[in-house]
């Protein structure tokens, strides 16, 4: 195991692709179109997910708009968050967030939660998801709830 993360730090430098978990991710096993476990023990917050997807440095409202009336703009590249409860089940959303990539290879949507295979990475970002385990859960937290 050692050596495993001696040689993926290595490969990681190199920005090529390494296992999931193995930059100190959790590990998660995908099942069809959804990654039905949580990333982490404890439940997510649905308030904290949504003052995450409201808040701009997230990104999500760049190319989204749902339910936020105190926010004036909004984007409009994406579906609409309204009803993605109704839509998705909960494993559905997580997948969605934690790599939207592994479902539609164009996408423009970000992969929130991978550290490898991603290319032109600034050097403060690189080998970090942009969100953490516990924030991916409190936005899936709160998409479940966004029932129409
Ligand atoms: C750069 C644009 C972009 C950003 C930023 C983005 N998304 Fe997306 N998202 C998309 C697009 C486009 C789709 C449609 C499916 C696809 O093309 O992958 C999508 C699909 C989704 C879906 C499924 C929607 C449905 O009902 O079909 C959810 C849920 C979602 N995004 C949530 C989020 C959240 C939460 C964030 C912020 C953490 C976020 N997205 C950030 C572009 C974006």
Not at 134 to 139: G, L, S, T, W, Y
């Amino acid at each position: 195991m050692v050596q495993m993360s001696a040689l993926c730090l290595a490969v990681g430098l190199l920005a090529l692709p390494c296992p999931v978990g193995a930059q100190g991710l959790q590990p998660y096993v995908v099942v069809g179109d959804a990654i039905p476990e949580p990333l982490t023990n404890a439940r997510g917050d649905a308030t904290r997910g949504r003052a995450l997807v409201v808040e701009r440095s997230s990104t999500c409202i760049l190319c989204h708009n749902g339910p936020f009336p105190e926010q004036k703009f909004q984007g409009d590249l994406a579906p609409d968050l309204t009803g993605s409860g109704s839509r998705w089940s909960e494993g559905q959303l997580r997948l969605r967030l934690v790599d939207a990539s592994r479902l539609n290879d164009a996408t423009i949507m970000p992969s929130y939660y991978r550290a490898d295979g991603l290319t032109r990475v600034g050097p403060t970002w690189r080998n970090k998801p942009i969100l953490s385990a516990e924030q991916i859960e409190d936005i899936v937290a709160y998409l479940v709830t966004l029932r129409e």
